[in-house]
């Protein structure tokens, strides 16, 4: 079973502040997205990371691949209010095509 | 609208009743997933469909709860007999063919059973 813990679960800070989202699991992924939801909608998928290592960066968030292709983190920059939301991780592994999520992070960001 | 479409948007049963949940993917997907989501949680697995078939339904409950995608019409997902636990919100998304993992996600119906 593949199991996807995300820390911390709950975040609030101040605005401006940088923050980091932990995202991990004991399987290898083929690939490992980031979703943000608000509350009342469905998930909206902001970065996808397939390379061991990678970064990849949407204006003030940066995503890594951990190189065992087993963690992940979100990293944010300055928050902003309007990056209040639930981040969720997600992958699947060993060719797999169940797309499993992670246990998501409450990010509150006050003004 | 190119996006997945989920209605109802709400839904409201007593007890014994059943829940009929409609999710049409985005145009050109074939691959349908159901998930449900509990008040400040995640997102758990439920079904994997693709055209006419069900590839995992391993996170889906044996009794009172299935899921179709049938050739023509949107994926439905079926709750008989509902009880007060399963008020959740169920979430819908589609991904097209030839995985990428990337999936696409409608607004969720939000079942309330009295």
């Known amino acids: 079973t593949q199991l996807l813990e995300q820390s911390p679960q709950f975040l609030s800070i101040q605005e401006g502040e940088n923050l980091t989202v932990y995202c991990n699991s004991s399987?290898?992924?083929?690939?490992l997205q980031w979703y943000r939801q608000e509350p009342g909608e469905g998930p909206v998928l902001l970065v996808t990371v397939v390379t061991g290592g990678e970064v990849k960066k949407l204006k003030r968030l940066t995503f890594q691949f951990g190189d065992a292709r087993k963690d992940s983190s979100l990293h944010i920059t300055a928050a902003q209010p309007g990056d209040t939301g639930l981040y969720l991780c997600?992958?699947?592994?060993?060719?797999?095509?169940?797309?499993?999520f992670g246990t998501g992070t409450k990010l509150q960001v006050i003004p | 609208n190119a996006g997945v479409m989920q209605n109802p948007r709400h839904l409201v049963r007593r007890r014994g009743q059943e829940a009929r949940l409609r999710c049409s993917p985005m145009k050109g997907h074939s691959h349908v997933y159901w998930y449900r989501q509990l008040p400040e949680e995640g997102l758990k697995f439920m079904v994997y469909l693709q055209k006419e078939n069900i590839i995992d339904e391993s996170g889906m409950p044996k009794e009172r709860f299935s899921a179709e995608f049938p050739k023509e019409g949107p994926s439905i997902l079926r709750i008989q007999q509902v009880v007060r636990g399963d008020s959740a919100a169920y979430f819908c998304?589609?991904?097209?063919?030839?995985?990428?993992?990337?999936?696409?996600f409608g607004e969720g119906s939000r079942l309330t059973v009295l």
């Open positions: 998304a589609s991904s097209p063919a030839g995985y990428t993992g990337e999936l696409f």
């Open positions: 997600a992958g699947n592994s060993g060719g797999y095509q169940k797309v499993t």
């Open positions: 399987s290898v992924f083929s690939s």
